[in-house]
């Protein structure tokens, strides 16, 4: 079995062995890495008790981990391509284990701040290589099969992942608190380093592009522009010198649009395919990705806040009460794609985006009704109605997007989609500082910080509607009948497979 090995046919009895022992072990750091930005948030108030952590700290723990791996999405996959794709995960997958190491033997917070970048960043490297191993190592006719066992690892990655960071935090296992929650990726990253040399095939793209560096480092440029100071300013006063940079991130950004059209004409290989938003649909759905992921980056982080901070609550409570939220995501989401969005087309992602706003306004009235006094059971309502909204998205709105792309730039249409996803997750975290921590004083005494986190929950609740009330106009740019790009399904076998099928062409 050898690299030239992209488009199997038949493989022999001992290829096949290896090619689902190679599945395995990519679908193992897959999981690990949803599981790691899941089982974060749990954690969060027993680091900042235990490393006496800042509110700026908080935000980016989770914020830091976002940006580099939206940061690294596009230019991992492009790397893979290069130089192999199995070289750049056993890269991946060993800096990943190395930071989770220095992520759990962290002695102040800002160790554990750029142990976080770093983990970030060596997850951008590896995940990327995930779908392009399976790309290269199984038939068209397998895939969609596989892509099946690869959404059911996401669902149970988001379920697993609250509860695993509750149970670790709580066991509190040998006195270290927190840091069993990183430890945990050591044994399964080491595994995966010496089973991955020994059972995944090597694999190149043909005609690899060359890596656009100039665009990744104005990329990177422009979100720390934006981010750093929305992060900081509430801590710091709101200096003249933020606003100025966030400013200054626009600038870039516009040299980023231009230096890509001139790379696109020069040879062909920009970081950033822009004549994909020439697409009204593409166009659309990558504002809706972006806004969607601004909404879920603010309201995971101060539920998580509310739940332990403001209403005392131990983190295996905080992690059970979200239980029910995370089943109504993956009931919804495969309900959407298999029988709701063929029928109904671009209306049932509008009214997921509907119905998750009313789920949002729904847990507004509850804790403004039961105030401290609310329990897990009463929470259930607006959960389970915001994860059904939330799963009747997710699922289809990714072929919605590419429903209208050419073919040809599938692939780098669906890497754009994670990267912007991503981006708006981490600029989510950054906005934190503005609707919920700008609603509260710096200095509470311990009776008042409850109600404090209660009314600051309320006040991003309704940052989020506005969001989700902002998807659902923008969906109206979508197509539709997102289902017409069931061409490509051939494929993989199964609709709404083909943007993950694609995803690894992101890369070439």
């Not at 996959?77 to 056993?90: A, E, P, S, V």
């Not at 690892?153 to 709580?170: C, D």
């Not at 607006?382 to 994860?387: E, T």
Request: aromatic share 10%; with cysteine.
């Amino acid at each position: 079995m050898t690299s030239s090995s992209s488009t199997l046919a038949s493989p022999r009895p001992e290829a096949d062995r290896r090619r689902w022992f190679a599945l395995a072990i990519v679908m193992t750091a897959a999981f690990m890495d949803l599981v790691d930005v899941t089982i974060v948030n749990v954690a969060i108030p027993s680091i900042q008790r235990d490393e006496g952590a800042s509110f700026s700290h908080i935000q980016w723990i989770t914020a830091g981990y976002a940006l580099a791996f939206a940061a690294g999405l596009i230019t991992g996959g492009r790397l893979g391509d290069i130089y192999g794709r199995k070289r750049l995960f056993l890269i991946g997958i060993g800096g990943f284990t190395l930071a989770s190491a220095l992520c759990g033997f962290a002695v102040n917070p800002d160790m554990l701040v750029a142990s976080r970048i770093l983990q970030g960043a060596m997850a951008a490297l590896m995940v990327p290589q995930v779908l392009s191993i399976v790309h290269a190592t199984f038939p068209a006719h397998e895939r969609g099969k596989v892509f099946g066992m690869f959404g059911a690892i996401v669902g149970l990655g988001a379920v697993s992942g609250p509860i695993l960071g509750a149970l670790l935090t709580e066991w509190n296992l040998f006195g270290l608190e927190w840091r069993p929650i990183f430890l945990i990726n050591l044994p399964v990253g080491i595994a995966g380093l010496i089973l991955g040399r020994k059972f995944i095939t090597e694999s190149k793209a043909p005609h690899a592009l060359k890596l656009d560096l100039v665009g990744v480092v104005l990329v990177t440029l422009g979100l720390l522009m934006l981010l750093y100071p929305l992060t900081r300013g509430r801590e710091l006063g709101w200096p003249t010198w933020g606003y100025i940079v966030m400013a200054g991130a626009l600038v870039v950004f516009a040299a980023l649009v231009a230096y890509e059209k001139r790379k696109a004409a020069r040879d062909g290989s920009p970081l950033v395919e822009l004549s994909l938003f020439k697409v009204k649909s593409f166009a659309a759905g990558i504002a809706v990705q972006t806004v969607f992921g601004v909404g879920l980056g603010i309201f995971f982080l101060v539920w998580t806040l509310y739940m332990q901070v403001g209403l005392g609550w131990t983190a295996l409570r905080a992690g059970l009460t979200g239980v029910p939220f995370s089943i109504a995501v993956s009931a919804a989401a495969g309900m959407s794609v298999q029988m709701l969005v063929p029928r109904f087309g671009r209306k049932v992602l509008q009214a997921g985006a509907l119905i998750m706003a009313a789920g949002v306004l729904i847990y507004i009235w509850e804790a403004e009704r039961y105030g401290m006094s609310i329990a897990s059971w009463q929470m259930a309502l607006p959960l389970v109605v915001m994860g059904a909204g939330m799963g009747l998205i997710v699922a289809p709105l990714t072929d919605a997007i590419l429903s209208e792309v050419p073919r040809e730039h599938s692939g780098s249409a669906s890497g754009l989609i994670n990267t912007v996803q991503q981006m708006g997750n981490a600029l989510g975290l950054g906005l934190v500082s503005v609707v919920f921590f700008g609603s509260m004083s710096d200095h509470l005494p311990g009776p008042e910080v409850g109600p404090a986190f209660v009314d600051a929950f309320q006040n991003a609740l309704i940052w989020v509607a506005v969001v989700m009330t902002a998807i659902f106009l923008l969906m109206f740019a979508l197509p539709k009948r997102p289902a017409q790009h069931v061409e490509g399904a051939e494929t993989a076998g199964t609709p709404g497979i083909t943007p993950l099928d694609k995803a690894p062409e992101l890369v070439g």
